[in-house]
């Protein structure tokens, strides 16, 4: 019911900074938490940051905390992820994905639809 699709990804340099799209389709987006979800290499995919329908929680994993920020604009049916102070281990496959029953947002398996996928690398 719902379509995901990524972009914004690129290359940059440590310390850089990077924002994130993610444009919806469908008639849930505005009542689904939504999370960016990414996969480093050679590793399993992990929770970066969620927020919730209306935008007035944010949840963010340690390893990001107050580098990155998600928000959403539901007029835009758009959420972002807003990047600063990139470091090497940031690199990896950013996945966005929405959670239309809104519970366990850091867990990928509650999240029924997924985008793509948006490439970050950071060099240092």
């Known amino acids: 019911q719902v379509q995901l699709v990524e972009s914004g990804g690129g290359l940059v340099q440590a310390g850089d900074s990077l924002r994130l799209s993610c444009a919806a389709s469908?008639?849930?987006?505005?009542?689904?938490?939504m999370a960016w979800f990414r996969r480093a290499p050679g590793k399993e995919r992990e929770y970066v940051a969620a927020?919730?329908?209306?935008?007035?929680?944010?949840y963010y994993a340690d390893s990001v905390k107050g580098r990155f920020t998600i928000s959403r604009d539901n007029a835009k049916n758009s959420v972002y992820l807003q990047m600063n102070s990139l470091k090497p281990e940031d690199t990896a496959v950013y996945f966005c994905?929405?959670?239309?029953?809104?519970?366990?947002?850091?867990?990928?398996?509650?999240?029924?639809?997924w985008g793509q996928g948006t490439q970050v690398t950071v060099s240092s």
């Open positions: 469908g008639r849930t987006f505005s009542s689904s938490t």
């Open positions: 927020i919730s329908p209306s935008g007035g929680n944010t």
């Open positions: 994905g929405a959670n239309p029953r809104g519970s366990y947002y850091w867990r990928e398996e509650a999240y029924d639809y």
